[in-house]
């Protein structure tokens, strides 16, 4: 192992050219600079140095070590400033995941300002639902996560902060009998089956969804099940049957899909941003940023779709 300080002895040797001038330079005397590179000489078995009576010169040894003695000094006198911007959260790396339906709505822009706000931090993105969320965070491969669940029921061990509420739509293909109302009655998709995403991706919700079919006198008719948004959609641009989205999944317009509210209804998805105790602090900073962010936010209009 080579200690920093003879390195620097030797640049300064290196430098000057001169171990009168490297002596005065670094406050001490000449002799154990001379001792201290002999010994730097001996412990890499090499000559540095080329000396005599009128001049020292590199030794192409000494040449190679020269730039890499810069670096590691260079890269010793940054690490301290680089250990407390990594405790304070403003470097480093943030793993985060997230569900299909917060891409469409105010996702992206968090992500922007955050990414501003914090150049030196890499962001890790995964779409992944809320069951491969909670295998990720077991197995330590993500930070943080945006999970989709039934309003109140956020997975319980996590840091959690809500971040949108919404109400579910219905959509329908565009050739459905009921398609041109505007608010559906019970009776208009009383025979029109379900494409809905398997139980276990959001088990909450899933629930919430059947419940209230069952509520309205409808008695629940799965007719597929898929995991991502985007891929129920077009699913029911296909006429395989009908599916409840949050409302930010009406942005995605899919031709042959029209989106509905079903009247008298009042299923709700909720979003969290989740992620374990004790916060990393770029979790902690990245957790505050959305967390400002909702607080400025402008109220919230109900949709109007036609």
Excluded: C
């Excluded at 002596?23 to 000396?51: C, I, K, S, Y």
């Excluded at 006198?77 to 304070?88: Q, Y």
């Excluded at 930070?143 to 579910?168: K, N, Q, T």
């Amino acid at each position: 192992m080579i200690e920093l300080r003879p390195l620097h002895q030797f640049v300064a040797v290196a430098e000057e050219l001169h171990f009168g001038r490297a002596a005065q330079r670094l406050a001490m005397t000449q002799p154990p600079l001379t001792q201290a590179v002999q010994a730097l000489e001996r412990n890499l078995g090499v000559m540095l140095f080329e000396r005599s009576r009128r001049s020292v010169a590199l030794t192409p040894a000494g040449s190679a070590l020269l730039e890499e003695a810069r670096r590691l000094l260079r890269a010793a006198e940054a690490l301290p400033a680089a250990v407390r911007a990594a405790a304070a959260g403003r470097t480093g790396q943030l793993r985060l995941a997230f569900v299909s339906s917060i891409a469409y709505g105010p996702l992206p822009l968090w992500l922007r300002a955050f990414r501003e706000g914090h150049p030196d931090v890499q962001l890790r993105l995964r779409e992944a639902t809320l069951d491969v969320q909670l295998a990720a965070f077991a197995g330590d491969e993500i930070d943080a996560g945006f999970v989709l669940h039934a309003p109140g029921a956020v997975p319980a061990g996590y840091g959690a902060l809500s971040v949108l509420i919404e109400p579910m739509w219905l959509a329908l293909p565009e050739g459905h009998a009921a398609a041109a109302r505007r608010v559906l009655r019970r009776a208009d998709i009383a025979d029109t089956p379900l494409v809905i995403f398997p139980r276990a991706v959001t088990p909450s919700l899933y629930d919430a969804v059947l419940a209230l079919q069952r509520a309205r006198g409808l008695t629940p008719q799965v007719a597929q099940e898929a995991i991502q948004m985007q891929t129920i959609v077009n699913l029911v641009s296909a006429g395989i049957g009908m599916a409840w989205v949050p409302e930010t999944v009406t942005r995605l317009q899919r031709p042959g899909v029209v989106y509905r509210r079903l009247g008298g209804a009042a299923l709700q998805a909720e979003t969290s941003l989740i992620w374990r105790e004790p916060a990393l602090p770029v979790v902690q900073r990245f957790v505050e940023q959305v967390r400002g962010r909702l607080a400025t936010r402008p109220k919230r209009r109900q949709s109007r779709l036609p």
